[in-house]
């Protein structure tokens, strides 16, 4: 068979026994599949497209008379802003603790955190004067409390998202406070705005500062913190707040429950005696941790799942909630914080244990979202054995809404442009194209590459000796060539080569 | 702020120019000859033991060794000084006393012997400088020996002032008149000593054009007033008059100051009354005024420079002004979170400073004080004080509503 000018030459790669680390795998629900409302009823919310939760929040700032005290991490929500600001020109003090402009990432990491961080500030610079702020970076309870000292018209509301973008799309939970929690919230935010505040955005004769550094509260007044019964997160000394320390509720809580234990949290630290907790707790009871595909957390889940813990993941996942159970009975403890020193230990933090009506909601939403989480986590897996979509670390990010999917069989074309000299590879030699980090997805590749023989220089003179020889000898300077003319000849071309004209080249005429 | 009246220090000052002829003086001047003084005290001691003071008693008690005749030149010096005179009261000047001629001390004599200091006479060229001016009655700023043209006269010449006609006299300036027979400071480089003028010789202009000093005049509260004259960077205090004391008590030269711009001075609180409208930011927190005071006038001591009475002492005209007095300084001194409590100390803290004028004052209540600021609004914004006040109030335990 006469030679061709061009072939196409191709190896297969199999990937099948490569494991892969550190992985979500497609539980082949979505999202989509969650079957709740926004409004579960009067007392608890999900975060929903339809602002739900915002419109029941701006009705009660509108009904305002006195004062209201509004704690969050970021804020960006043009309606509840406008609520605020009308409140305040009725002469309603509105009062907010919040971070200023330098936003702590421990605390929230999402890719847009720049963005609405911005909009945080701007915010900021928009209402200081109207609105009485006051910040420090680890002001990051979420919650509002409307006419807090009047006993027949005040409301309260504890959420788990930031007031911005995050109440109409991401995973989280709203509740209605009760009295008793109000009190008890008042007193927090007392405490955070006098003792934890570091400073202050008021317009002064100087414009509209950036943050003084508040003073000391008057030494008369009466904040009333040792009275607080909720668990929260106080920078205090311990000894002076025992019993509000929401990280020793916490561990209390996975430790001393009993029953299924599921944890729907947004960070999770590691090297952490909660963390640890949980994964003692997975030898003994069926633990579930719900939690955002977020690659900073991966060693997190990798430790739980090797200790037997089922890690879900729901995309953006921010709710904070513990439940288990008590004397048969379910309990739930519904969170600001992540499960991190920076939240439980040193945050400006709120925790309220759920009960009777407002815990079936939240476990309700809790046990929708574990039917419907649409990713496992695996720490690690076989490429051979997977056989679903799976999401690989480092990639998560860059591939929201458009997944990786696993690919059975994968041809790779080698050109030029990848390979630099594959056309001038001579006949004999075939290359061996590196991996690609992309490929290991794929259980097999087929890298096809195609070389361009090389062709007898036209003034090559044939050398009249190689008569004896198999194939015909030519020589052009001192370079010498070995002509085949048929795919037969290659081989013996090559031992040719090898035996007698080390320096040959071959090729075709 | 204050909570009584501090009365202010007076500083007048003007500038004054300085005349300077240069002449040739006869005076007695101060000098150190301590051989002398021992021998008046010697003669003293003498005579007081009821001897005689003779040439001879001299060098066989006091000069031991000399011969007699050193004894005579010495007494015939004192003699030539006026601090002996011979018993006899008779002199022949021609001669040298006898070795017996007795001598007795003068009043002069007496008088450099108790004191240490012995006035010699003596003529020197110097330059005088003077001021004209009722604050400077020995008008003389300085006497320097240092006319470098009427010294040379005087070294070729002793025997009077009329053999000097060679150079331009002037009369003797009017002013200067007066200073014969005082006691005067005259300079020769940095040393000062004392002399009394006895008379003026020859007299020429100034060879450089006149300068000027600086005369200060400075009244303390309770104290005497203070002249400082300062010259070339040097300052040095002259001694008022005293006929001009009397007219220059602290107390009248203030009230005629302030009256002199027409302002009103109340001496029950020893202020000057002001209108609340009148005054500005730092008056009305410090409860004093800088009075600026265009040329000012003493009685018989012509006018001063324009000058300003630092911190005078201002307080509330009337009951009106000192309310609204009081109620700008309970806004201006909030500056950070009180307690209905607090405010009301407060509140009371600001109203002593109003105590000494003697004024009923309402202090506002704290809804009072939070109604009137929610009211003050900046582009939508409110006063820092409304926060300030509200902020305690709604953030603290207690009172439920």
């Given at each position: 068979?006469?030679?061709?000018?061009?072939?196409?030459?191709?190896?297969?790669h199999?990937?099948?026994?490569?494991?892969?680390?550190?992985?979500w795998?497609?539980?082949k629900?979505?999202?989509?599949?969650?079957?709740?409302?926004?409004?579960?009823?009067?007392?608890?919310?999900?975060?929903?497209?339809?602002?739900?939760?915002?419109?029941?929040?701006?009705?009660?700032i509108?009904?305002?008379?006195?004062?209201?005290?509004?704690?969050?991490f970021?804020?960006?929500?043009?309606?509840i802003?406008?609520?605020?600001?009308?409140?305040?020109?009725?002469?309603?003090?509105?009062?907010?603790l919040?971070?200023?402009?330098?936003?702590?990432?421990d605390?929230?990491?999402?890719?847009?955190?720049?963005?609405?961080?911005?909009?945080?500030?701007?915010?900021?610079?928009?209402?200081?004067g109207?609105?009485?702020?006051?910040?420090?970076?680890?002001?990051?309870?979420?919650?509002?409390?409307?006419?807090?000292k009047?006993?027949?018209?005040?409301?309260?509301?504890?959420?788990?998202?930031?007031f911005?973008?995050?109440?109409?799309?991401?995973?989280?939970?709203?509740?209605?406070?009760?009295?008793?929690?109000?009190?008890?919230?008042?007193?927090?935010?007392?405490?955070?705005?006098?003792?934890?505040?570091?400073?202050?955005?008021?317009?002064?004769?100087?414009?509209?500062?950036?943050?003084?550094?508040?003073?000391?509260?008057?030494?008369?007044?009466?904040?009333?913190?040792?009275?607080?019964?909720?668990?929260?997160?106080?920078?205090?000394?311990?000894?002076?707040?025992?019993?509000?320390?929401?990280?020793?509720?916490?561990?209390?809580?996975?430790?001393?429950?009993?029953?299924?234990?599921?944890?729907?949290?947004y960070?999770?630290e590691?090297?952490?005696?909660?963390?640890?907790?949980?994964?003692?707790?997975?030898?003994?009871?069926?633990?579930?941790?719900?939690?955002?595909?977020?690659?900073?957390?991966?060693?997190?889940?990798?430790?739980?799942?090797?200790?037997?813990?089922t890690?879900?993941?729901?995309?953006?996942?921010?709710?904070?909630?513990?439940?288990?159970?008590?004397?048969?009975?379910?309990?739930?403890?519904?969170?600001?914080?992540?499960?991190?020193?920076?939240?439980?230990?040193?945050?400006?933090?709120?925790g309220?244990?759920?009960?009777?009506?407002?815990?079936?909601?939240?476990?309700?939403?809790?046990?929708?979202?574990?039917?419907?989480?649409?990713?496992?986590?695996?720490?690690?897996?076989?490429?051979?054995?997977?056989?679903?979509?799976?999401?690989?670390?480092?990639?998560?990010?860059?591939?929201?809404?458009?997944?990786?999917?696993?690919?059975?069989?994968?041809?790779?074309?080698l050109?030029?442009?990848?390979?630099?000299?594959?056309?001038?590879?001579?006949?004999?030699?075939e290359?061996?194209?590196?991996?690609?980090?992309?490929?290991?997805?794929?259980?097999?590749?087929?890298?096809?590459?195609?070389?361009?023989?090389?062709?007898?220089?036209?003034?090559?003179?044939?050398?009249?000796?190689?008569k004896?020889?198999?194939?015909p000898?030519?020589?052009?300077?001192?370079?010498?060539?070995?002509?085949v003319?048929?795919?037969?000849?290659?081989?013996?071309?090559?031992?040719?080569?090898?035996?007698?004209?080390?320096?040959?080249?071959i090729?075709i005429? | 702020m204050?909570?009584?009246?501090?009365?202010?220090?007076?500083?007048?000052?003007?500038?004054?120019?300085?005349?300077?002829?240069?002449?040739?003086i006869?005076?007695?001047?101060q000098?150190?000859?301590?051989?002398?003084?021992?021998?008046?005290?010697?003669?003293?001691?003498?005579?007081?033991?009821?001897e005689?003071?003779?040439?001879?008693?001299?060098?066989?008690?006091w000069?031991?060794?000399?011969?007699v005749?050193?004894?005579?030149?010495?007494?015939?010096?004192?003699?030539?000084?006026g601090?002996?005179?011979?018993?006899?009261?008779?002199?022949?000047?021609?001669?040298?006393p006898?070795?017996?001629?007795?001598y007795?001390?003068?009043?002069?004599?007496?008088?450099?012997?108790?004191?240490?200091?012995?006035?010699?006479?003596?003529?020197?060229?110097?330059?005088?400088?003077?001021?004209?001016?009722?604050?400077?009655?020995?008008?003389?700023?300085?006497?320097?020996?240092?006319?470098e043209?009427?010294?040379?006269?005087?070294?070729?010449?002793?025997?009077?002032?009329?053999?000097?006609?060679?150079?331009?006299?002037?009369?003797?300036?009017?002013?200067?008149?007066?200073?014969?027979?005082?006691?005067?400071?005259?300079?020769?480089?940095?040393?000062?000593?004392?002399?009394?003028?006895?008379?003026?010789?020859q007299?020429?202009?100034?060879?450089?054009?006149?300068?000027?000093?600086?005369?200060?005049l400075?009244?303390l509260?309770?104290?005497?007033?203070?002249?400082?004259?300062?010259?070339?960077?040097?300052?040095?205090?002259?001694?008022?008059?005293?006929?001009?004391?009397?007219?220059?008590?602290?107390?009248?030269?203030?009230?005629?100051?302030?009256?002199?711009?027409g302002?009103?001075?109340?001496?029950?609180?020893?202020?000057?009354?002001?209108?609340?409208?009148?005054?500005?930011?730092p008056?009305?927190?410090s409860?004093?005024?800088?009075?600026?005071?265009?040329?000012?006038?003493?009685?018989?001591?012509?006018?001063?420079?324009?000058?300003?009475?630092?911190?005078?002492p201002?307080?509330?005209?009337?009951?009106a002004?000192?309310?609204?007095?009081?109620?700008?300084?309970?806004?201006?001194?909030?500056?950070?979170?009180?307690?209905?409590?607090?405010?009301?100390?407060?509140?009371?803290?600001?109203?002593?400073?109003?105590?000494?004028?003697?004024?009923?004052?309402?202090?506002?209540?704290?809804?009072?004080?939070?109604?009137?600021?929610?009211?003050?609004?900046?582009?939508?914004?409110?006063?820092?004080?409304?926060w300030?006040?509200?902020?305690?109030?709604?953030?603290?335990?207690?009172?439920?509503?």
């Amino acid at each position: 068979m006469a030679l061709q000018k061009t072939i196409v030459k191709e190896r297969i790669h199999d990937n099948s026994s490569e494991t892969l680390q550190d992985v979500w795998i497609s539980s082949k629900r979505s999202t989509s599949d969650f079957n709740l409302t926004e409004s579960m009823d009067d007392s608890v919310w999900i975060a929903g497209k339809n602002g739900e939760f915002r419109d029941i929040v701006i009705k009660h700032i509108k009904e305002s008379e006195e004062f209201i005290c509004f704690s969050t991490f970021l804020f960006g929500d043009e309606l509840i802003e406008k609520a605020l600001l009308d409140a305040s020109d009725r002469g309603v003090r509105v009062y907010m603790l919040c971070p200023s402009e330098k936003i702590d990432k421990d605390f929230e990491d999402e890719e847009d955190i720049d963005e609405r961080a911005e909009e945080h500030k701007e915010f900021l610079d928009r209402v200081g004067g109207r609105i009485l702020i006051r910040s420090a970076e680890h002001l990051h309870s979420k919650f509002i409390l409307i006419d807090p000292k009047s006993q027949e018209k005040r409301v309260g509301f504890l959420s788990t998202a930031n007031f911005n973008r995050a109440l109409y799309g991401n995973p989280e939970i709203m509740i209605r406070l009760e009295s008793g929690e109000i009190d008890s919230l008042f007193i927090q935010f007392i405490h955070g705005f006098w003792e934890q505040a570091q400073s202050e955005h008021m317009k002064t004769e100087e414009g509209r500062g950036r943050f003084p550094a508040v003073s000391k509260p008057p030494e008369d007044l009466n904040t009333g913190m040792s009275s607080c019964d909720l668990p929260v997160t106080v920078k205090s000394p311990r000894s002076k707040y025992e019993n509000l320390s929401l990280h020793e509720k916490v561990l209390n809580f996975i430790t001393s429950t009993d029953g299924a234990l599921t944890i729907s949290t947004y960070g999770i630290e590691n090297d952490y005696d909660v963390t640890k907790g949980i994964s003692e707790m997975a030898k003994t009871r069926e633990v579930t941790l719900l939690a955002p595909l977020k690659p900073v957390n991966a060693e997190s889940y990798a430790n739980l799942c090797k200790a037997g813990v089922t890690v879900l993941g729901i995309d953006r996942l921010h709710a904070k909630v513990l439940i288990g159970e008590s004397d048969g009975e379910k309990i739930g403890l519904l969170m600001t914080a992540n499960l991190q020193p920076k939240g439980l230990d040193t945050g400006y933090e709120t925790g309220i244990l759920l009960k009777e009506n407002r815990l079936m909601k939240v476990l309700q939403i809790i046990e929708n979202w574990k039917q419907s989480a649409p990713w496992v986590y695996k720490d690690s897996i076989k490429i051979g054995k997977a056989t679903e979509d799976i999401l690989v670390r480092g990639e998560i990010t860059t591939a929201r809404g458009k997944t990786q999917r696993y690919i059975v069989e994968k041809i790779l074309d080698l050109s030029e442009e990848n390979l630099p000299g594959i056309k001038q590879l001579s006949i004999e030699i075939e290359p061996e194209p590196q991996q690609k980090n992309s490929s290991a997805l794929s259980r097999k590749v087929k890298y096809r590459w195609i070389i361009e023989r090389p062709i007898l220089p036209k003034d090559a003179q044939r050398i009249e000796e190689d008569k004896e020889e198999p194939l015909p000898l030519f020589k052009k300077g001192n370079q010498v060539f070995i002509v085949v003319t048929e795919e037969n000849d290659i081989p013996k071309a090559i031992e040719l080569k090898r035996t007698k004209y080390k320096g040959a080249r071959i090729v075709i005429q | 702020m204050s909570e009584s009246s501090k009365l202010p220090e007076i500083n007048l000052r003007r500038t004054v120019v300085v005349f300077q002829i240069e002449a040739i003086i006869e005076m007695q001047r101060q000098v150190d000859r301590e051989e002398l003084i021992t021998l008046l005290r010697f003669g003293k001691e003498t005579i007081d033991e009821g001897e005689k003071l003779t040439p001879k008693r001299v060098v066989e008690d006091w000069l031991i060794g000399f011969p007699v005749s050193s004894g005579k030149r010495l007494l015939r010096i004192l003699e030539d000084l006026g601090l002996i005179q011979r018993e006899t009261g008779s002199r022949n000047i021609e001669l040298l006393p006898s070795p017996d001629t007795s001598y007795i001390l003068t009043e002069e004599g007496q008088n450099a012997e108790a004191t240490d200091i012995l006035f010699m006479p003596e003529r020197l060229a110097v330059a005088i400088q003077y001021v004209v001016d009722p604050l400077v009655p020995d008008r003389i700023i300085s006497i320097q020996t240092h006319s470098e043209r009427l010294k040379d006269l005087i070294t070729r010449n002793d025997k009077g002032w009329n053999q000097l006609e060679e150079y331009d006299s002037i009369d003797l300036p009017e002013e200067l008149e007066e200073i014969v027979g005082k006691e005067v400071t005259v300079y020769e480089g940095n040393r000062a000593g004392l002399a009394i003028i006895d008379s003026f010789g020859q007299r020429v202009i100034p060879s450089k054009p006149d300068s000027t000093i600086q005369l200060n005049l400075q009244f303390l509260p309770q104290q005497s007033p203070r002249l400082a004259i300062s010259k070339n960077s040097r300052i040095h205090e002259a001694i008022i008059d005293k006929s001009l004391e009397t007219q220059l008590e602290y107390k009248k030269v203030l009230l005629g100051l302030i009256r002199q711009i027409g302002r009103n001075w109340s001496e029950e609180k020893e202020a000057i009354s002001v209108r609340f409208r009148e005054i500005d930011y730092p008056q009305k927190m410090s409860f004093v005024a800088d009075v600026p005071i265009a040329n000012p006038e003493l009685k018989d001591l012509a006018t001063f420079e324009n000058c300003i009475l630092k911190k005078v002492p201002i307080a509330p005209r009337t009951s009106a002004d000192a309310q609204k007095w009081y109620e700008f300084l309970i806004v201006e001194g909030i500056e950070s979170y009180m307690t209905e409590g607090g405010f009301s100390d407060y509140a009371e803290k600001q109203k002593k400073n109003f105590t000494r004028f003697g004024f009923d004052l309402e202090t506002p209540t704290l809804e009072e004080m939070i109604e009137g600021y929610s009211n003050i609004r900046d582009d939508n914004t409110y006063h820092p004080i409304y926060w300030f006040l509200n902020a305690p109030r709604d953030l603290s335990l207690g009172r439920e509503r």
